[in-house]
């Protein structure tokens, strides 16, 4: 069973940037493949950033490419996300997720119900 944490969100002007952290603890955090969704107010929760458990593959929503970057420190058991260049469009409360894939070094999963293990999440509120 993996626990998940997320930490770093906050209130940033448009086009600053935050770097999201989420801690897991309970499992092999390194066998696991990890993302970041986001909910906004109304809305469904959305895919944002996905990474294979050794990091060779990664993946972003069209919305957040070249703005956003996801990443993992295995020996820390820790995925990040850094955004960049933030707009007012990604408040939302946004959460870590992760799965365990077997025989898979480089599988993505972006869809939530593919995910068995879910943080809390963290409030990213951007201002104009």
């Known amino acids: 069973q993996v626990q998940l944490v997320e930490s770093g969100g906050g209130l940033v002007q448009a086009g600053g940037s935050l770097r999201l952290a989420c801690a897991a603890s309970?499992?092999?955090?390194?066998?696991?493949?990890v993302a970041w969704f986001r909910q906004a107010p109304g809305m469904e929760r959305e895919f944002v950033a996905g990474l294979s458990r050794r990091g060779g593959s990664t993946g972003y929503a069209d919305s957040v490419k070249g703005r956003f970057t996801i990443s993992r420190d295995n020996a820390k058991n820790t995925v990040y996300l850094q955004m960049n260049s933030l707009k007012p469009g990604d408040t939302a409360v946004y959460y870590c997720a992760a799965v365990f894939l077997i025989l898979c070094d480089t599988c993505l999963r972006r869809t939530e119900t593919q995910y068995d293990y879910w943080g809390q999440g963290t409030q990213v509120t951007v201002s104009s």
């Open positions: 309970g499992g092999t955090f390194s066998t696991y493949t």
